[in-house]
């Protein structure tokens, strides 16, 4: 039987096939509902069987088949070069916001959820954890600059940033990558040799805390500017009150203690060690003091091997008991009476034993760091002792007082030098947030940094981008008169050492090009000592050596020399081979910060 209708066009076939019906389904969607009933439908034809592929599927030829499976491989210019170019740019790109008096702040979270509110390249790098391998070049030698001279690290970025940025524009125009290089290293030599003649001045005198303080100020500005004279004075007075004649300076020796409230003016800086600690007994003041350290629990000691006692009467547990705190006030007593009047412990303190320290009135303080506990030492001049044995004379501390007062609504313990040239000095940092504290502690860091750096090499520099247009100009002239294809990459890095004043202007609201013409024009003339001011309106330019504005000549040497070395080692790679990484899937993360519909 055949049904037709004029307004679809389709049709249904039925017919009779054996034991069941079979339908075919009909092509316009109108007429689909007549195929929902249930069917049951004639067997299927046997297909025909197709051959059977091979297990083994042969890789395509090249370099790819001598890698495991999930392995990467890119080369060339385009695949390897411009992209690890690209991904370091997109990095100095980041911190070159963030640098000078007016860079902004990042905030960063990193994987502990900790919040990071800064301007310091140093930090901003560390809690990010850069995953490129290119850009993980560039962050090593930041971290180099870090630990060298303390300070720069910015710098280093920026500089090697602008010096790949301009290398692409070369390779670009048809340079080969060996030409590039060779002209760097070439115009980063000529660069050192131009450095020493840029000195403006010297500290002379570093235990003059009016020369320190002028010193360690640039530093400071650069991350809390608006305070950086009060900061550089608190900086210098901690600095040049450890720093002995023989000139051997330590950084470990400043300590920083962070007590949230009040407002940064409130801050000071004590001769000694300030903890975040109450004592533990009822004696919270001793003067002249004499201190008895151990490193292990205020307590009785225990016996290395395990003993039964058996008791057999009352009276015998009575008197054991008694003979135990017999032994236990024996022992503070020989403490008291070798002449101690301070207990400092690194371990628990037991009931028993505070309860006799009263009674000998010994101020008793726990301190939970071992770090601690040995600076502690240095500054009073006492020996850690590693049992509650009583300590002679030469194994007890000294310190003039230690007392617990209260900092805002915070107890601490002071142990406190009257005199100037003590071991260790401690900063008391005050403010209203904990993130404003950590910042103010990076600043004092950075400062205390460029004291060292002040110690091992007295020579300055001009700052605010000075000296930078200053090389770029010599070093400009000095690729005019180099006749290989190398003059194009040494012109180049003359022009790389731009970025540094165009990011203090653009960070300032500044035009970068406007600025950097009339500093050319005034560095022609020869004022050598010309640089940007931040302060004044527009483009304004004044003399940085009276203005005090200096920098350190180690921070420029090493800046030059560990972001160059940076950028030509990013130049050299040529091919990026990525072995398939170990370790099975990763668990999937929750998705808690979700809302529930999504």
Wanted: with cysteine.
């Amino acid at each position: 039987m055949r049904f037709q209708t004029s307004s679809t066009r389709s049709s249904i076939s039925w017919w009779s096939c054996g034991s069941g019906f079979s339908v075919s389904r009909p092509s316009s969607p109108a007429l689909s509902f007549l195929c929902r009933t249930p069917v049951r439908t004639a067997a299927p034809l046997p297909r025909p069987r197709e051959p059977s592929m091979a297990l083994h599927v042969p890789k395509a030829p090249g370099f790819a088949q001598m890698l495991k499976d999930g392995a990467k491989h890119y080369s060339g210019l385009e695949e390897a070069v411009f992209r690890n170019i690209q991904a370091c740019k997109e990095l100095a790109q980041t911190t070159r916001t963030a640098y000078g008096p007016n860079g902004m702040n990042k905030m960063v979270i990193n994987h502990l959820e900790k919040l990071f509110v800064t301007s310091d390249a140093a930090t901003i790098l560390r809690e990010l954890e850069v995953q490129h391998p290119a850009a993980k070049m560039i962050v090593m030698a930041s971290h180099m600059q870090e630990q060298e001279v303390g300070d720069g690290t910015n710098f280093v970025l920026v500089f090697a940033g602008a010096l790949l940025e301009l290398a692409e524009e070369l390779l670009r125009m048809g340079l080969s990558v060996s030409e590039v290089i060779e002209g760097y290293e070439m115009a980063c030599k000529k660069a050192l040799e131009i450095l020493p003649d840029l000195v403006c001045s010297s500290a002379k005198n570093l235990h003059d805390l009016t020369e320190a303080t002028a010193m360690i100020r640039t530093a400071v500005m650069s991350k809390q500017y608006g305070n950086e004279d009060f900061l550089a004075d608190l900086i210098a007075q901690a600095c040049v009150s450890i720093f002995p004649e023989s000139g051997n300076f330590n950084v470990d020796n400043v300590r920083v203690c962070k007590i949230l409230g009040s407002g940064l003016n409130a801050s000071s800086v004590l001769h000694g060690m300030v903890f975040k600690k109450e004592t533990e007994g009822d004696i919270t003041s001793v003067k002249d003091a004499k201190l008895a350290v151990f490193s292990c629990p205020f307590d009785c000691m225990v016996t290395e091997t395990k003993g039964t006692v058996l008791i057999k009467s009352a009276a015998e547990l009575m008197s054991f008991s008694k003979g135990e705190e017999d032994l236990m006030e024996a022992q503070v007593k020989a403490i008291a009476d070798a002449g101690a009047n301070v207990v400092v412990t690194g371990g628990k303190v037991a009931d028993m034993a505070l309860h006799y320290a009263n009674k000998y009135q010994l101020m008793v303080v726990r301190l939970n760091s071992k770090w601690d506990l040995r600076r502690l030492c240095k500054t009073v001049g006492a020996v850690a002792l590693p049992r509650m044995t009583v300590p002679t004379p030469e194994e007890m501390g000294h310190c003039d007082s230690v007392c617990l007062t209260e900092v805002g609504d915070t107890q601490v313990v002071v142990f406190k030098h009257e005199k100037e040239d003590g071991a260790i000095s401690t900063l008391v940092i005050r403010g209203s947030t904990d993130n404003l504290m950590d910042d103010i502690e990076r600043a004092i860091d950075d400062g205390v940094n460029t004291f060292k750096v002040l110690v091992r090499d007295k020579r300055l520099c001009p700052g605010a981008g000075a000296t930078e247009i200053e090389l770029a100009k010599q070093i400009m002239s000095y690729g005019e008169s180099c006749p290989g294809l190398e003059q194009y990459a040494i012109k180049k890095f003359a022009e790389a050492f731009e970025a540094v004043p165009r990011a203090l202007a653009e960070n300032s609201g500044v035009k970068g090009n406007e600025l950097i013409s009339k500093l050319y024009a005034v560095h022609h003339e020869g004022n050598k000592n010309v640089g940007f001011d931040i302060e004044g309106e527009g483009p304004a330019m004044k003399d940085m050596l009276e203005a005090g504005v200096l920098d350190p000549y180690l921070v420029k040497h090493w800046g030059i020399k560990l972001a160059t070395n940076a950028a030509i080692t990013v130049l050299r790679v040529d091919q990026i081979i990525m072995a398939k990484p170990a370790g099975g899937p990763r668990a999937p993360q929750e998705k808690k910060d979700w809302d529930e519909d999504e």
